[in-house]
C-alpha cells in the first residue's frame, strides 16, 4: 500500500517564477557587488585582456568613462588594481602619490562622484620580480614588508580612497597599515583584509591583466595552503585583531565552506572574490555552448552568497546589475 503524500508539498511553491522569487531564501543585490577594474599609464589606453574575455586594462582617463557607466547601471563599488610604468625591486611606484591608482581615484571621483572607491594595496604588480614584498636572498621578508604596504595605503587614502583592501598576504600588515592610517589623520578609512587568501591555481589569468607574475618561484610561502580551513580561522582572527573592518575569503567557489565557517565564526561582513579563474572558466565553457552563461553566473554567485558572503567581488558584477535592470 502507498503511504499519502503529505500535506506539505514542496512541488506547490516551484511551480512558476513569481512563487520561486517569492520564497526564494538568497537574494543577489547589485549593491552587494563589486567590480574588478585594471588601471595603466597612457591615455585613450583600453587593452583587451585575452585570458578574460570582457575584462580590458584601461588607462585613468578611460577607467574614469568606465565607471560613469557602472554607476549608471547601478554598480556601487569598485576595486582597483594597477599596474605602474616602471618597476623596481622594491615597488617604489605603489607609493607614487601622483601614481596610477592615486590618478585613478581623483578622476573617478570626478567622473563618478557616488561610486565607492576600493584600492587594491600590495606589492606585487609594482615590483620587478613579481612578489608580493620586498626580498632577501630571494625570499619574501616580511618585516621590511610591512612600512612599504603602510605608505601605499597612505598613498591611496591622501588620494580619497574610501576603503583600502591589503592582499600580500603578510603577517601583521593589517595593523601596520591601521596605525598608519590613524596616525596620518584617516582614523575612519576602512580595511577589507584579504584575510583568507588560497595559494591557488585560478589567477593565472588576473596575473595577466595585472601583470604580476611572479619571476621565479610562487606564493606558497605566504598564501594559504589550499587543504587547510583551520589556519583560515586564524588568520581571520588575527586580522580582526588587528583592526580589519571586512574580511575576505579568496577564491570563492572552491572554498564556500571556508566562507560558511567564518561568517558563523565571526559574524564579520565577509567579502568573497569570484576569481579570474572562475570567469575565465565560465567563459570559455559558455563560448563552446557547453552552458548557458547568464545562468551560471546567477548560479554561482548565489551559491556565494548563499555560503555567507555579504559582498560578491567579481568580474561579472556589471553584467549582473544590467540583468537585473531588464527584469
Known amino acids: 500500500m502507498v503511504a499519502p503524500f503529505p500535506a506539505h508539498r514542496p512541488r506547490r511553491l516551484r511551480r512558476n517564477d513569481a512563487l520561486r522569487r517569492l520564497v526564494r531564501e538568497t537574494r543577489v543585490a547589485t549593491e552587494q557587488l563589486v567590480q574588478p577594474l585594471f588601471v595603466v599609464p597612457g591615455t585613450r589606453v583600453e587593452r583587451p585582456v585575452a585570458s578574460m574575455p570582457g575584462v580590458s586594462q584601461y588607462s585613468v582617463d578611460r577607467v574614469a568613462e568606465h565607471c560613469r557607466a557602472l554607476a549608471d547601471v547601478g554598480i556601487g563599488s569598485v576595486l582597483l588594481f594597477g599596474v605602474p610604468e616602471t618597476k623596481d625591486a622594491r615597488g617604489?611606484?605603489?607609493?607614487?602619490?601622483?601614481?596610477v591608482i592615486p590618478q585613478a581615484l581623483r578622476a573617478i571621483r570626478a567622473a563618478a562622484p557616488g561610486l565607492l572607491r576600493m584600492t587594491d594595496v600590495c606589492?606585487?604588480?609594482?615590483?620587478?620580480?613579481?612578489?608580493?614584498?620586498?626580498?632577501?636572498?630571494?625570499?619574501?621578508d616580511n618585516d621590511a614588508t610591512l612600512a612599504l604596504l603602510a605608505a601605499e595605503a597612505l598613498a591611496h587614502a591622501r588620494a580619497g580612497a574610501d576603503l583600502v583592501a591589503p592582499s600580500d598576504m603578510m603577517d601583521g600588515?593589517?595593523?601596520?597599515?591601521?596605525?598608519?592610517?590613524?596616525?596620518?589623520?584617516?582614523?575612519?578609512?576602512?580595511?577589507?583584509a584579504y584575510a583568507a587568501k588560497y595559494a591557488s591555481g585560478l589567477y593565472g589569468p588576473f596575473r595577466d591583466a595585472a601583470e604580476s607574475t611572479p619571476?621565479?618561484?610562487?606564493?606558497?610561502?605566504?598564501?594559504?595552503?589550499?587543504?587547510?580551513?583551520?589556519?583560515?580561522?586564524?588568520?581571520?582572527?588575527?586580522d580582526i585583531a588587528e583592526g580589519a573592518d571586512i574580511v575576505m575569503v579568496k577564491p570563492a567557489l572552491p572554498y564556500l565552506d571556508v566562507i560558511r565557517r567564518v561568517k558563523d565564526r565571526f559574524g564579520y561582513p565577509v567579502a568573497a572574490y569570484q576569481v579570474?579563474?572562475?570567469?575565465?572558466?565560465?567563459?570559455a565553457a559558455a563560448a563552446n555552448g557547453w552552458i548557458d552563461e547568464s545562468r551560471v553566473v546567477n548560479e554561482t554567485v548565489t551559491a556565494i552568497r548563499r555560503a555567507g558572503a555579504d559582498i560578491v567581488i567579481t568580474y561579472f558584477a556589471r553584467d549582473l546589475a544590467e540583468a537585473a535592470r531588464r527584469a
Open 276 to 283: 579570474s579563474g572562475e570567469y575565465a572558466m565560465i567563459k
Open 92 to 99: 617604489s611606484a605603489a607609493l607614487d602619490e601622483n601614481g
Open 123 to 140: 606589492l606585487c604588480e609594482y615590483t620587478d620580480h613579481g612578489h608580493c614584498g620586498v626580498l632577501t636572498d630571494r625570499e619574501v
Open 215 to 238: 619571476a621565479f618561484g610562487d606564493r606558497r610561502g605566504y598564501q594559504m595552503d589550499p587543504a587547510n580551513a583551520e589556519d583560515a580561522l586564524r588568520e581571520v582572527a588575527h
Open 173 to 192: 600588515r593589517v595593523g601596520a597599515i591601521r596605525a598608519a592610517l590613524d596616525g596620518a589623520g584617516f582614523p575612519e578609512l576602512p580595511i577589507m
